[in-house]
């Protein structure tokens, strides 16, 4: 069984780019989460999915971030007009029902660098 | 509301024993227990479920205590594998945001 996806693992943008990063669940899992992890620190929410559906994104800044988890392919987060504060690892998770009581499964991460 | 964790930081030798703590203001539905490496992503190790359901691996035990509101991660006769951040994720009902810890260091050496 392959495990959650993402990539790419690094990615380096500079200031004012795009980043794009996917994440591919574990297979039968059709619920996604993201997270953001800065250096020494804890993981903080950003955005719940459903296939096609947002659930909930209380912990998406409300500019340049956006999430999508088509029927077809891979979650994305996108991050327009990156600024260095967005330097961090992002994390995805999926789980196979609602989180409520089911474990979630992390990948292994994107480390953005905004230079 | 981000759960508290202590300790910070706990340093043992190879066999001892450690209890990891989690505590919140709000009532919880669920604590979840993460281990994480430097540099690798979040392992899961435990969810405890408010009326007592847990699920997790054989080898690693863990309370709620739905009253006070806190959880302990129980880790004996550790092992060198057992370094790493501890994290707990919290939510207070079904279907809402995990919020984690800050994280607890574990440093086992031999």
């Known amino acids: ?115 | 509301q981000q759960p508290v964790q202590s300790p910070q930081a706990v340093i043992l030798r190879e066999g001892e024993d450690a209890v990891i703590n989690c505590s919140s203001s709000k009532a919880l539905y669920s604590v979840h227990w993460y281990r994480q490496k430097h540099g690798e992503a979040p392992v899961f190790l435990m969810i405890l479920l408010k009326g007592g359901e847990q699920k997790g691996h054989e080898k690693i035990s863990a309370s709620f205590n739905e009253k006070k509101q806190q959880s302990s991660l129980y880790l004996t006769a550790s092992q060198l594998s057992y370094s790493g951040t501890y994290f707990c994720g919290t939510d207070t009902q079904a279907g809402t945001a995990l919020i984690f810890g800050k994280g607890t260091t574990l440093s086992v050496s031999s």
């Not at chain 1, 990063?21 to 020494?40: A, D, F, I, N, T």
């Not at chain 1, 994104?57 to 971030?65: D, H, Q, T």
């Not at chain 1, 992002?90 to 230079?115: H, I, K, M, N, W």
């Open chain 1, 1 to 115: 069984n392959a495990g959650v996806m993402q990539n790419p693992r690094h990615l380096v943008r500079r200031r004012g780019q795009e980043a794009r990063l996917r994440c591919s669940p574990m297979k039968g899992h059709s619920h996604v989460y993201w997270y953001r992890q800065l250096p020494e620190e804890g993981l903080k929410f950003m955005v719940y999915l459903q296939k096609e559906n947002i659930i909930d994104e209380s912990g998406m800044p409300k500019e340049r971030f956006s999430a999508e988890f088509p029927k077809e392919g891979p979650s994305i987060l996108r991050i327009q007009q990156v600024v260095r504060g967005d330097s961090a690892a992002y994390f995805c998770a999926s789980s196979p029902r609602d989180r409520a009581g089911y474990e979630q499964y992390f990948g292994p991460g994107t480390r953005l660098t905004v230079t």
